[in-house]
């Protein structure tokens, strides 16, 4: 029996491989089913009871389509079309209502706009959800993964980003790079606690056999990262907040990271 569920809202075909292939790492990891949910969004002028006309074929195709993808893998694997107002209320109904573990979101990592960090929708879903979130930005495609980067700082959701590393690691018989950032005259107490969060690291990336400690003195420890981020095929960073949305700050390092960071990079933020 699966021991948990890992639900993931999906759009279009477009993103759907990248997602996916995240997805069915995690959920075999975890021992988790998948959950595929799309959203269909109704707008105001049309009764919500009236939403099912609004289904098409092609998102059908697109649901049964991810279900084909879990079922390859031997993974419990179920679709649920959620008729809602908007998509971010839409991906917390179906959350609530089915009791998820972990929501795996897809994001373009476009600009900022007024009031919008990463997405009208994904910013709802991070300011209201109790569930654990890993977003994925889609964008350059990733042939395999053979490198992994995470940066160590300490919090949940630190060690979400760390223990998502580690199921990606071990899927894909991977390395493991845990990267600490210290200030660029690192006191003892800096130094004291590079070696703190390293350890604590460790234990929470679990039996990864290829893993390798890097602390590096930058006063800018976005910059730093964004840097060893070419180095890696997939960074996991955990967000810098308490919750990167409802602090509305644009200059933290998980969004700017997430933003300008090379390969693919996933954005951790523990549930509250």
């Known amino acids: 029996m699966p021991d948990g569920t890992l639900m993931v809202p999906i759009a279009n075909e477009e993103t759907l491989d990248r997602q996916m292939e995240t997805a069915i790492d995690l959920a075999n990891d975890h021992g988790y089913r998948l959950l595929i949910l799309h959203v269909v969004s109704v707008p105001p002028q049309i009764p919500i009871s009236e939403g099912e006309r609004l289904i098409t074929d092609e998102q059908e195709a697109l649901l049964n389509l991810a279900k084909e993808k879990g079922d390859e893998h031997d993974i419990p ?32 990592g476009r600009p900022p706009r007024r009031e919008v960090i990463l997405g009208s929708y994904i ?37 979400l980003a760390t223990r998502t590393a580690g199921a990606l690691a071990r899927e894909n018989d991977a390395s493991v790079t845990l990267l600490h950032v210290t200030p660029r005259d690192p006191s003892s107490s800096d130094q004291e606690k590079a070696q703190r969060v390293l350890e604590a690291a460790r234990r929470d990336l679990g ?3 290829k893993v390798e ?43 700017k990271v997430g933003r300008h960071g090379e390969g693919t990079v996933m954005i951790a933020q523990h549930a509250p």
Do not use: C
């Open 77 to 108: 694997t179920e679709t649920l079309t959620q008729i809602a107002r908007d998509i971010g209320k839409g991906i917390l109904a179906a959350s609530d209502d089915h009791d998820v573990d972990m929501i795996l979101l897809g994001w373009r």
């Open 123 to 159: 910013d709802r879903v991070l300011r209201n959800t109790e569930r654990d979130t890993v977003i994925k930005r889609i964008r350059t495609p990733t042939e395999s993964i053979s490198t992994i980067l995470v940066p160590i700082a300490s919090g949940p959701h630190n060690q």
């Open 207 to 209: 039996d990864v056999p």
């Open 213 to 255: 400690d890097q602390i590096v003195p930058n006063d800018d420890t976005a910059s730093e990262v964004i840097k060893w981020t070419k180095r890696h095929d997939v960074t996991l960073v955990g967000a810098t907040t308490k919750s990167m949305i409802q602090s509305k700050i644009l200059g933290t390092v998980s969004n």
